[in-house]
Structures are given as C-alpha cells and as structure tokens.
C-alpha cells in the first residue's frame, strides 16, 4: 500500500459537536436530533434529513450560513478527534505511506483540520474541491491527490454509499471502519462485506495492512480486485 486516503466525519472526526450545535441552533433537544438521525440512518436515509423532520422545507446551506453569520458555525478542536487518528496517521507517514483526508465537508472544515497540523501529507474537503461524494468525480480527485496507482490506495471510509462504493467503482482498495452510525448499522450488510476488502474497527489496524501485497477479500474478483459495481440495496444512502 502506498497511499491511504480517509474520509471526514466518522472516520477522523467524531459528529457529537456537530448534530449538538445543530440541535441548539433548532431549539431542541440534542437527544431528539440524535434520535431522528439515527432514524434516517436505519432507514438508509441522509443523516441530514433528520433536520428536514424538525424543520419541514429548511434550506440547509442557508441555515449554515446564518449560523456562521451568527458566530454559531462550524468548530474543530483535538477533542473531535477520535483517539487513534493521530497515532494511526502518523505510525503510516513512519511507515513511508502516504497520507491524505478527503472528504466531504465546507472550506472551513478543510481550515480547521489544517490548523490541527495532523500527520497527513494532504488534507482537502469537497468544498475546496468543488465536488462532494459519492459523485465519481470526487474519486477521481482522490485517485490523482492519491500519487499512487489505484491497486495501491486505499480509501478508508464509514458510510457505504459515500465511500464504499464509490470508491470501488474507481478502482481503489477499500476498508470499510465500523465506526459511527452508518458504519455500525451497515457494517454487516451483504453489499458491504462483499464490497470492502478490509473490514476494520479502528484506524490504527491499517499498519498492518502496510507492506507486501495482501490477499484480496473473499467478495473480490477472481483476479484479487475488489468488484467495482454493486446493485446495493442500500438505495437512499447517499
């Protein structure tokens, strides 16, 4: 493996803070917001249609940037990091892997993660890319940030049909992390254990994957690549 790319929230960065400040800026409960997004979740709904079951019609983007306007908006400190980001990333850099974040997430995450100084060779969101995923566009930027060929990147990621996938359909080796909502309700679905070629439950399992070519996940091709297209029943998650 030469390059390891990871994805945002739920894989490096806890969303207490996030669904939390939501919830305060609605005037509700953190449990209820909680509750509604683990609903659309199970459902194999967008998290965030949670905030459409509060408030019907609400323009998303635009309450984000009142919320900002108001000095509410978005916060990141070392305490939203989960604890093996930082020993993870940076036992791979030791390790001569090449490391990249990549993942869906504004311009002003992409700040803060930067202004974190993680041990990762690049990190950029959606916004700064002008592409979010699960479009193949995005996957494509990855493949080119990754400076590796596909069969030695891997995309490490927790929602099946924002980094699975997608990421399988461009080439790249995958692992899937039980980590947060999508990634503890989805772990075991039939479409992701044959998709993922890793199927992981902390980050800091990715050093031993670092080395001689390992051997390809049972729901791999017969030529050792993980299949690139599934007909998942998984339809709403994106």
Not at 131 to 141: G, L, S, T
Not at 194 to 219: K, M, N, Q, S
Request: overall charge negative; charged content about 25%.
């Amino acid at each position: 493996m030469e390059t390891i790319v990871l994805g945002i929230g739920e894989t490096l960065v806890r969303d207490d803070r996030r669904w939390s400040s939501w919830a305060d800026w609605l005037g509700v409960p953190p449990h209820t917001l909680s509750a509604l997004v683990g609903a659309a979740v199970a459902q194999g709904h967008d998290a965030t249609d949670a905030l459409h079951t509060l408030r019907p019609g609400m323009d998303v983007e635009a309450a984000y940037r009142a919320r900002s306007a108001a000095g509410r908006g978005e916060h990141l400190d070392e305490s939203d990091l989960y604890p093996d980001v930082r020993p993870a990333l940076g036992e791979l850099r030791a390790a001569g892997v090449r490391v990249v974040v990549a993942g869906n997430g504004s311009a002003r995450t992409g700040e803060l993660l930067r202004a974190l100084d993680l041990p990762a060779d690049l990190v950029v969101t959606s916004a700064e890319w002008c592409v979010r995923k699960p479009d193949p566009e995005f996957f494509a930027r990855v493949a080119e940030a990754a400076e590796a060929p596909p069969a030695a990147t891997l995309y490490v990621g927790d929602h099946p049909a924002d980094d699975l996938f997608p990421a399988a359909a461009a080439g790249l080796r995958t692992a899937h992390l039980r980590r947060g909502p999508y990634g503890h309700w989805w772990a075991d679905h039939p479409d992701v254990v044959e998709t993922a070629e890793f199927r992981i439950d902390t980050l800091t399992e990715l050093v031993g994957l670092v080395g001689p070519a390992h051997p390809a996940h049972p729901g791999g091709g017969e030529d050792g690549e993980p299949r690139a297209e599934r007909a998942s029943t998984l339809r709403a998650v994106r």
